[in-house]
């Protein structure tokens, strides 16, 4: 990671725990900040952020803060001796570090001549620390772990779900000296818990022909781990895919950027039961990266901003861990181990299941032009700014298997501005991209559903099974949908069935006012539909003592053909109106509905609590 990407990414999430600065509401003095960055050359971008950019502290505007910063010419030596010469300074202070990835050894050579008094003051603040050594050689706060705190917490994760390996094998690159300190931290944390360590293997990026037959001729074991510690996966581990030995193996631990996660590699993930998480590698900023269009689209609606840069980064970091779904090392049955609530200037921070932080509150704001205006050239920005992109057509930031979806499936479904929906959008299941509607293969889910009120509970489809209509006298194939009771919600089951021309799903039953009957309603579309498509339909009813069958008229209107709703592509947004035989509207929903989901979201316009 560059020293310009890592000190863009620190804006963004300054972090500093009580015992530096006081932590009440009264007036604090003047806290320089410094850093080291490239102000002009070639990344002189970086300028333009820092010309525009505001700093305070979130929930603390009384905390003055005072920023100082050295252009380093993207010189990573000129920037590790500025960073030095930062620590040098006697007041207490907050100093953004150089990448442990690509200068640590320099910034620690040149700390040796600090003085004890001098390191007594001194608050090195860190994202990531790539390199250990950065741990023991300075003071350092750091938003994430310190590296061999990491490592054993992963240990510390695979020794509660089975027993302690006869063996644990790692595989490294070469020529990269971070890589070297981890895999010596992870021999250390083994060796002291009496984990032999078996083969130990340095191979180049692009991987050696040696390193499968050295697995071939290895005495590995099923119940052995595996370490991968490597920026990517080297191309040559796809040879391996064919080695019963290695394919036998379901202890896999990466540790590398995210596009080298096992949640990318199939095959690897399948085979996985440990997933580690590092430091992603984005690339927010890079002009070829169309998700940034997505990415930047999906935020604004969620927080009704567009994001700066800096909270662009770390936003996009904890989706893409939570889309990866990793098994967080730090995380037991009995709870989160090693991640109490942590006082800062930004307020207490707290952790989520998956050990990251719920809170994201930057101290930095760009305060100029959006993030896409300043790292999209012209033309990218307009393919941004199309309809069709602004849709979320061509999302790539949550790709992963854990989310369940065959993404270029559903992305086939979409033309233009048409989309073909199909029955799975409404029962959850996979789909195989056939424009087939039927309900043939379908199985039991259950899925979490949010009313008007933002309750959120479970419900579950059966089906399809056949179910014989006593008012038109037909055997239906039908789902059946489940909906429990709530505080404002009575407990519900309801039949669905296609219609006969196929436009939709509808009831046929709903046990609803006394139970009632109902044919060929559609409330959810399927086929081929539009942006903006309006269609208007007519089904029957039969409500208890009912010998004729009333009329009612239904509109279905497609709000939202294809976008990103809380992180899942390609999900579809309605509005849905019912009439009855009175012309009366007795319904006004909306509804939104994601792949492998089903319906995640109801609106209900006219009744909120319904």
């Avoid at 410094?34 to 700093?55: E, V």
């Avoid at 800096?310 to 889309?323: P, V």
Wanted: proline content about 6%; glycine content about 4%.
């Amino acid at each position: 990671m560059s020293t310009y990407k890592l000190y863009n990414h620190l804006f963004t999430c300054l972090f500093i725990s009580c015992s530096v600065i006081s932590c009440s509401p009264s007036p604090a003095k003047l806290l320089p900040v410094y850093l080291s960055t490239p102000l002009s050359g070639p990344k002189d971008k970086g300028q333009r952020i820092f010309n525009a950019a505001q700093m305070y502290v979130a929930d603390h505007p009384e905390q003055k803060l005072e920023l100082h910063a050295a252009d380093s010419k993207s010189d990573e030596k000129l920037s590790a001796q500025q960073t030095v010469s930062f620590l040098k300074k006697k007041d207490p202070k907050l100093v953004f570090g150089p990448p442990g990835s690509s200068i640590a050894d320099e910034v620690i050579e040149l700390t040796k001549s600090l003085k004890p008094e001098e390191k007594k003051n001194l608050f090195f603040l860190n994202q990531v620390v790539a390199s250990p050594k950065m741990n023991l050689a300075l003071p350092t706060i750091n938003v994430f772990f310190q590296t061999e705190d990491y490592l054993s917490g992963v240990v510390d994760f695979l020794l509660t779900k089975g027993k302690k390996p006869r063996k644990a094998h790692i595989i490294r690159l070469t020529n990269v000296p971070y890589l070297d300190e981890v895999a010596e931290f992870a021999r250390k944390d083994l060796s002291a818990r009496s984990i032999a360590i078996g083969l130990d293997i340095a191979t180049p990026q692009e991987g050696t022909p040696e390193l499968a037959e050295k697995w071939k001729k290895a005495d590995i074991k099923k119940e052995d781990w595996v370490f991968l510690i490597t920026h990517n996966i080297p191309v040559t581990f796809k040879s391996l895919q064919d080695d019963k030995i290695f394919s036998a193996m379901t202890k896999i631990i990466t540790y590398g950027k995210a596009q080298s996660s096992v949640a990318n590699h199939p095959w690897l993930y399948k085979n996985s039961w440990q997933a580690m998480f590092w430091h992603p590698d984005l690339e927010y900023k890079n002009s070829g990266a169309l998700s940034n269009c997505a990415f930047e689209t999906k935020f604004e609606k969620q927080f009704h901003y567009k994001p700066d840069f800096h909270s662009a980064f770390m936003y996009s970091m904890f989706e893409a861990a939570a889309a990866l779904d990793f098994k967080n090392p730090f995380l037991k049955e009995e709870g989160l181990v090693g991640l109490p609530p942590i006082p800062t200037l930004t307020g207490e921070v707290q952790w989520n299941e998956k050990g990251l932080r719920l809170s994201l509150k930057p101290i930095l704001y760009y305060q100029g032009e959006s993030a896409s205006e300043i790292y999209l050239p012209p033309a990218v920005k307009k393919v941004c700014d199309s309809p069709r992109y602004l849709s979320g057509a061509k999302v790539k930031l949550w790709d992963s298997p854990s989310l369940g979806l065959n993404l270029r499936t559903w992305e086939k479904s979409i033309k233009g501005n048409s989309r073909f929906i199909p029955v799975q959008l409404w029962d959850g299941n996979d789909w195989d991209g056939s424009e087939t509607l039927s309900m043939e293969n379908s199985n039991d889910k259950s899925f979490n559903h949010t009313n008007s009120r933002g309750h959120t509970y479970s419900k579950e489809i059966l089906g399809a099974q056949q179910w014989y209509h006593p008012k038109v006298k037909r055997s239906f194939l039908v789902y059946k949908r489940i909906s429990p009771k709530t505080s404002k919600i009575e407990a519900k089951t309801q039949l669905f069935t296609l219609t006969d021309d196929s436009q939709g799903l509808g009831r046929v039953f709903d046990t609803r006012e006394g139970n009632y009957y109902a044919f060929d309603e559609v409330k959810f579309p399927l086929g081929w539909w539009k942006v903006g498509e309006e269609k208007t339909f007519k089904h029957s009813r039969w409500y208890q003592g009912d010998v004729n069958p009333r009329e009612f008229t239904s509109k279905i209107k497609i709000l939202e053909l294809n976008f990103n709703y809380k992180g899942v592509p390609h999900s579809l947004k309605y509005d849905l109106t019912i009439y009855d035989e009175n012309h009366k509207m007795i319904t006004h929903n909306v509804y939104i509905y994601s792949p492998n989901q089903a319906n995640v979201l109801t609106l209900n316009l006219i009744n909120q609590y319904r």
